[in-house]
């Protein structure tokens, strides 16, 4: 009878513990639920980088786009990974070429910007969307041109109405992408002279104007709109040429974005491969900070 | 025998003494257990969810739909994009694709009373208006989010669903606002 009774304890404490196993499993979805809380993509989780610049361009005398071979200079920090690896194991192929890695500093100060205004497209009003830069200093929005920003309006607020209410002190203008390829690019640079004249009519502000950034390869042979490599180089250039005669100075930032092959750093862009990550505005902001 | 039977009775209410101790613990297990699942799921009886902070909400809708280039909207620049009076929050959660590429945009707003939806409600659809004219020509493929259906009241809870499965987490939030 003993025994039975042993027994049978022996069974309900079996019973007994699994029944506490199976309570403790369902303590993980508990935790899931909070580790699951989203992560706001914010400074603290984007590569941070003290190395100085050596290949941007200097503000006053924008570098041309031949800085873009200093870059393929830069370290790759795989290689020395991949020497290993053709060495251990000889009989595999040539891997892909090795994605390089960018280098340009992420650091600045936010009051700088306390006294500037930011023109430009789609990419520029993810400078306040990340939170990077306050709205109203940013007068931005989605497919604004060189040919539409003096006639366009922000939320019903025209550009000479912003500038002329808010005093700048520096405009940065970076526009172009919305119409490479689609306009002629000697058109689009003389419309961004002709914007840059008009602020300067109203504005003592100091006016820097950006070359537009790259593409990625994808971007280039997936999308239907002729916004290739080779078509923003010339924007670029021309936009260089273009901004030389008035008083606004020109920042090559397309060369800070750009690897050797003349494309985006995978690092910089957004899954479209035409828009910024939020990395990408960090890069922004110090190069503009260190170049104005 | 007399002291056989009676060890026999004994033995068999021992037995079941603990038979119903253990079913007793089991059951108060199971229950718990459910408790439990009931809280994280948000369930029916809606005693957990109805609790359901605005920030539990978009963790949750963000933790099931991908959401691109999530940027958070945080108190300190709710103004900018979100006009609400302040004093008739009980609480709120908000996110936005940061590149400005995609239209993708939470926002959730847990007001004190309900009769406080319909003005939180109004803003909204303003603010769909808003990128539906941002977008419609910019990005065509991605209209498919802005559908007519991005704003959603339940109970006291007003949100704000753009995203690549506004079905999904509009179930996710009316679930969590029962």
């Known amino acids: 009878m003993l025994a039975i009774i042993c027994s049978l304890s022996v069974i309900l404490c079996g019973c007994s513990d699994a029944v506490s196993s199976s309570v403790s499993d369902s303590a993980p979805d508990t935790s899931s639920v909070t580790s699951t809380a989203p992560q706001t993509t914010h400074a603290t989780t984007l590569p941070q980088t003290t190395t100085t610049v050596t290949t941007v361009p200097v503000t006053e005398e924008p570098v041309q786009t ?126 961004m002279e002709e914007l840059v004249n008009s602020i300067s009519s109203i504005s003592k502000a100091k006016i820097y104007v950006l070359s537009i950034p790259p593409v990625t390869a994808y ?12 078509a923003i180089d010339e924007y670029n250039r021309l936009l260089k040429t273009a901004i030389s005669k008035t008083n606004a100075v020109f920042l090559d930032f ?32 110090s190069f503009l900070e260190k170049h104005s | 025998m007399k002291i056989n039977v009676t060890k026999k009775i004994i033995a068999g209410l021992i037995c079941a003494a603990v038979a119903i101790c253990v079913c007793g613990c089991s059951s108060g297990t199971a229950s718990d ?86 003005a939180v409600k109004d803003m909204l659809e303003k603010r769909v208006e808003k990128q539906t004219a941002s977008f419609k020509d910019y990005t065509p493929d991605e209209m498919y989010k802005i559908d007519g259906n991005n704003v959603v009241v339940s109970g006291n809870y007003v949100a704000l669903i753009i995203c690549s499965d506004n079905a999904k987490a509009t179930e996710i939030f009316k679930s969590l606002t029962k």
């Open chain 1, 219 to 230: 971007a280039e042979a997936s999308y239907d709109n002729y916004l290739s490599k080779s």
């Open chain 2, 33 to 118: 257990s459910t408790a439990s699942s009931t809280a994280e799921s948000s369930s029916d009886n809606g005693s957990v969810s109805s609790a359901a902070s605005a920030e539990e909400i978009t963790d949750k809708i963000l933790a099931e739909i991908e959401f691109p280039s999530k940027s958070e909207i945080k108190e300190d620049r709710r103004d900018d994009f979100y006009e609400v009076d302040i004093d008739k929050i009980e609480s709120y959660s908000a996110y936005i694709c940061g590149s400005g590429a995609y239209p993708d945009e939470l926002a959730v707003f847990c007001m004190k009373s309900s009769n406080d939806t319909t």
């Open chain 1, 66 to 191: 031949e800085l873009t071979t200093e870059q393929t200079e830069q370290p790759e920090t795989q290689s020395s990974e991949y020497t290993d690896s053709a060495e251990t194991e000889p009989q595999s192929e040539p891997p892909a070429s090795q994605p390089e890695t960018p280098s340009a500093p992420t650091d600045f100060e936010e009051s700088f910007f306390d006294d500037a205004l930011f023109i430009g497209d789609s990419i520029t009003t993810g400078l306040y969307l990340y939170g990077y830069i306050d709205m109203s200093k940013v007068y931005a929005k989605m497919g604004l041109a060189p040919s539409t920003a003096l006639y366009s309006d922000v939320d019903g607020v025209t550009l000479e109405s912003k500038i002329k209410t808010d005093k700048p002190k520096k405009i940065y203008i970076m526009l172009g992408t919305n119409s490479v390829g689609y306009s002629d690019n000697d058109y689009l640079a003389s419309c």
């Open chain 1, 254 to 285: 397309h060369s800070v974005l750009t690897a050797s092959d003349g494309y985006y750093y995978e690092e910089y862009h957004e899954m479209d491969g035409i828009h910024f990550m939020g990395s990408t505005y960090q890069v922004m902001l």
